[in-house]
């Protein structure tokens, strides 16, 4: 082996394989070979190496696999500041979150340092005089990856001082110092992030002043503050997250920060129901009786998702403003605890997910949708009410023949001999809190019913065999063949015409 190599794998293994708790002073530090590197190298070095290896690099995020991550690996490998510029819901600070995966396991800091100086490079006035006084004895720390992250929510009350610093008046008194004297200086956010990633959130909200200050500090990584002389070389990665209706509604960007940062990364929401659903699936919080208690269709699941869908395209509602993601992950809870809370009520220990359950979602749509006026004067619940049926008859077609507006005369419909059962009875009520037998008993009692599914879902499983059956009611219902009237404690279903003539 060239002797070269030999040597650098040597020392690879003795840094990253030794017990980094044994190098307590800055001697050993020396012996230990480490390099003093920038977090960018940092981040970039770690990404080579997984995907050299095939590792994944930012996991539990779905629908990005060919679009955004991609996109922020480039610039990582650019060693970019970033910006992720997308609507709500859509993962942005959970992708910065997973980037503190990027970092080096440990690195070392001048014990006592509030900007984790590196013992190599000092930046501080504290760990240039600790390290003169102490030479290589100089104590030394360790900083693990999970605490180099450090983010904040622009709001309007932040100041200069609460991320840049300020002159303490309270440690000048104690100290008895001069307030020209660097010592007074209270460091802000970002000076004590040094050597880690800082997230500003919802950026456009940042008063424009304040995002003057950051200037300096994304081009030059210096501070000033109070007119102290003072360059602080700061060494950050930056990663700003902004929703484009901020720029009309809250505030904007102020152009001379977007020239400053390196990579803006457009997110979007997931291209299909499977994976939407798929993230549903992972970001929802249930509790294990849940689970154990409740069977849930899996076209149930698919419908749920198409109410975000219909949401995106609804005509009722502001679309610029974004359908979040966790308006299906709330209302998957809610649609499982309204299975839950309805075989409380009648003592069962299992259940499966009906399609009336679907009105207990509805407060999970409505804090999570804004209106244009013509939703406003319909009313939230309406609305939601009106994106439930609107994915009903969009999924409809998947499951059964397309019913056409218009019929061609002489061809039966596919669907006549459930429409005369209907028009030869009085209707057919199914109640809300209803025993499963008894749901069961009343689904079965309706024989089209089960010869529908017989021919055009042959392969169901018994499990879902009922949800269809249902949701085959409500769809007919959306295409005008049958009527439904809401109940106090449940659902009717008529014919369209037969009460009527019946009255005539």
Same mark, same amino acid.
């Given at each position: 082996m060239d002797r070269c190599l030999h040597k650098q794998l040597v020392l690879f293994l003795t840094y990253h394989f030794m017990d980094i708790q044994s190098i307590t002073t800055l001697g050993q530090l020396k012996q230990s070979d480490y390099q003093t590197k920038s977090i960018k190298d940092e981040l970039r070095g770690n990404l080579i190496t997984k995907i050299a290896s095939q590792e994944p690099t930012f996991t539990g995020i779905h629908g990005y696999e060919h679009t955004v991550i991609p996109e922020l690996e480039r610039a990582i490998l650019s060693r970019h500041n970033i910006n992720l510029l997308g609507l709500r819901g859509q993962a942005k600070t959970k992708l910065a979150r997973q980037m503190i995966n990027l970092l080096d396991e440990w690195i070392p800091v001048v014990t006592g340092s509030e900007i984790n100086d590196d013992p190599l490079a000092p930046l501080s006035r504290y760990a240039i005089n600790t390290i003169a006084q102490h030479g290589d004895n100089t104590p030394i720390s360790w900083v693990h990856r999970s605490e180099r992250f450090a983010e904040k929510l622009a709001t309007p009350d932040v100041t200069v001082a609460d991320l840049i610093g300020d002159v303490d008046p309270i440690k000048a008194a104690n100290l008895k110092l001069s307030y020209a004297d660097d010592r007074v200086i209270h460091f802000g956010m970002i000076p004590r992030a040094n050597r880690c990633i800082f997230v500003i959130n919802e950026l456009p909200d940042l008063q424009a002043r304040i995002q003057v200050a950051l200037f300096?500090? /994304?081009?030059?990584?210096?501070?000033?503050?109070?007119? +102290?002389? /003072?360059?602080?070389?700061?060494?950050?990665?930056?990663? +700003?997250?902004?929703?484009?209706?901020?720029?009309?509604?809250?505030?904007?960007?102020?152009?001379?920060l977007k020239d400053r940062i390196g990579s803006q990364i457009l997110t979007h929401y997931p291209a299909s129901v499977a994976i939407a659903k798929t993230i549903t699936q992972q970001e929802a919080s249930l509790d294990d009786r849940q689970h154990a208690a409740i069977y849930v269709p899996e076209i149930a699941k698919d419908l749920l998702e198409q109410i975000g869908f219909e949401a995106r395209e609804s005509e009722l509602i502001d679309v610029k403003s974004g359908i979040s993601a966790r308006m299906s992950i709330t209302a998957f809870e809610n649609l499982l605890s309204t299975a839950e809370y309805r075989a409380l009520k009648s003592g069962e220990t299992q259940t499966a997910v009906r399609l009336s359950d679907f009105m207990g979602v509805i407060p999970a749509i409505t804090g999570k949708v804004e209106l244009v006026y013509e939703g406003e004067q319909e009313g939230a619940a309406a609305v939601a009410n009106t994106l439930i049926v609107d994915a009903i008859k969009t999924m409809f077609p998947m499951y059964f023949p397309k019913i056409e507006r218009l019929e061609k005369e002489g061809v039966d419909s596919p669907y006549q001999e459930l429409i005369d059962w209907f028009f030869e009875g009085t209707g057919f009520e199914l109640l809300d809190d209803i025993a499963d037998d008894e749901y069961h008993r009343q689904l079965d009692a309706i024989p089209p019913l089960t010869s529908l599914l017989a021919k055009y879902q042959?392969?169901?499983?018994?499990?879902?065999?009922?949800?269809?059956?249902?949701?085959?009611?409500?769809?007919?219902?959306?295409?005008?063949?049958?009527s439904k009237f809401r109940l106090s404690e449940g659902f009717k279903f008529k014919d369209m015409y037969g009460s009527y003539i019946s009255g005539l």
């Amino acid at each position: 082996m060239d002797r070269c190599l030999h040597k650098q794998l040597v020392l690879f293994l003795t840094y990253h394989f030794m017990d980094i708790q044994s190098i307590t002073t800055l001697g050993q530090l020396k012996q230990s070979d480490y390099q003093t590197k920038s977090i960018k190298d940092e981040l970039r070095g770690n990404l080579i190496t997984k995907i050299a290896s095939q590792e994944p690099t930012f996991t539990g995020i779905h629908g990005y696999e060919h679009t955004v991550i991609p996109e922020l690996e480039r610039a990582i490998l650019s060693r970019h500041n970033i910006n992720l510029l997308g609507l709500r819901g859509q993962a942005k600070t959970k992708l910065a979150r997973q980037m503190i995966n990027l970092l080096d396991e440990w690195i070392p800091v001048v014990t006592g340092s509030e900007i984790n100086d590196d013992p190599l490079a000092p930046l501080s006035r504290y760990a240039i005089n600790t390290i003169a006084q102490h030479g290589d004895n100089t104590p030394i720390s360790w900083v693990h990856r999970s605490e180099r992250f450090a983010e904040k929510l622009a709001t309007p009350d932040v100041t200069v001082a609460d991320l840049i610093g300020d002159v303490d008046p309270i440690k000048a008194a104690n100290l008895k110092l001069s307030y020209a004297d660097d010592r007074v200086i209270h460091f802000g956010m970002i000076p004590r992030a040094n050597r880690c990633i800082f997230v500003i959130n919802e950026l456009p909200d940042l008063q424009a002043r304040i995002q003057v200050a950051l200037f300096n500090i /994304l081009q030059e990584g210096d501070i000033q503050i109070r007119g +102290f002389k /003072l360059r602080l070389a700061l060494d950050m990665q930056f990663v +700003f997250t902004a929703n484009p209706e901020d720029y009309t509604n809250r505030g904007s960007i102020v152009t001379p920060l977007k020239d400053r940062i390196g990579s803006q990364i457009l997110t979007h929401y997931p291209a299909s129901v499977a994976i939407a659903k798929t993230i549903t699936q992972q970001e929802a919080s249930l509790d294990d009786r849940q689970h154990a208690a409740i069977y849930v269709p899996e076209i149930a699941k698919d419908l749920l998702e198409q109410i975000g869908f219909e949401a995106r395209e609804s005509e009722l509602i502001d679309v610029k403003s974004g359908i979040s993601a966790r308006m299906s992950i709330t209302a998957f809870e809610n649609l499982l605890s309204t299975a839950e809370y309805r075989a409380l009520k009648s003592g069962e220990t299992q259940t499966a997910v009906r399609l009336s359950d679907f009105m207990g979602v509805i407060p999970a749509i409505t804090g999570k949708v804004e209106l244009v006026y013509e939703g406003e004067q319909e009313g939230a619940a309406a609305v939601a009410n009106t994106l439930i049926v609107d994915a009903i008859k969009t999924m409809f077609p998947m499951y059964f023949p397309k019913i056409e507006r218009l019929e061609k005369e002489g061809v039966d419909s596919p669907y006549q001999e459930l429409i005369d059962w209907f028009f030869e009875g009085t209707g057919f009520e199914l109640l809300d809190d209803i025993a499963d037998d008894e749901y069961h008993r009343q689904l079965d009692a309706i024989p089209p019913l089960t010869s529908l599914l017989a021919k055009y879902q042959p392969e169901i499983s018994a499990k879902d065999a009922y949800f269809v059956k249902e949701f085959l009611l409500w769809g007919l219902v959306e295409y005008k063949k049958l009527s439904k009237f809401r109940l106090s404690e449940g659902f009717k279903f008529k014919d369209m015409y037969g009460s009527y003539i019946s009255g005539l």
